[in-house]
């Protein structure tokens, strides 16, 4: 068995490590592809770099520009009320529904919920 490469691999040079180790188990293969720390005199092995790392050999990266609002910040789906009792939803948000500045939209109020409806302009 080769050594345990000081840097991870990545692309060409990590498919061919993966199909020369296809016989291993998943964690052993990332392991010996440079995916893994030792701290402690525990070793980790770091499973979701390795598998973004296939992914972007193979020209699929999960995350091929980063994040959308440019400041480092992914959407989470996921609000909080701000100190002046405002929620904002976010342009990520209402990029993906293609939602432009003057678009109006129904409130109702249920327990424990709030449900927006777009009102058509027709």
Do not use: W
């Amino acid at each position: 068995m080769s050594d345990i490469p000081t840097t991870p691999l990545k692309g060409k040079a990590l498919l061919s490590k993966v199909k020369e180790l296809s016989h291993l188990p998943r964690r052993e293969t990332a392991k010996l592809c440079g995916y893994s720390s030792t701290k402690n005199g525990s070793t980790r092995v770091n499973l979701t770099g390795f598998y973004d790392a296939v992914l972007e050999a193979k020209g699929l990266p999960l995350d091929p520009g980063g994040s959308q609002d440019g400041r480092g910040r992914e959407p989470t789906y996921r609000v909080s009320v701000h100190k002046n009792g405002q929620i904002v939803i976010g342009s990520t948000y209402t990029n993906q529904m293609n939602l432009k500045p003057g678009d109006e939209f129904e409130i109702k109020i249920g327990y424990k919920h709030i449900h927006l409806k777009q009102v058509n302009e027709a």
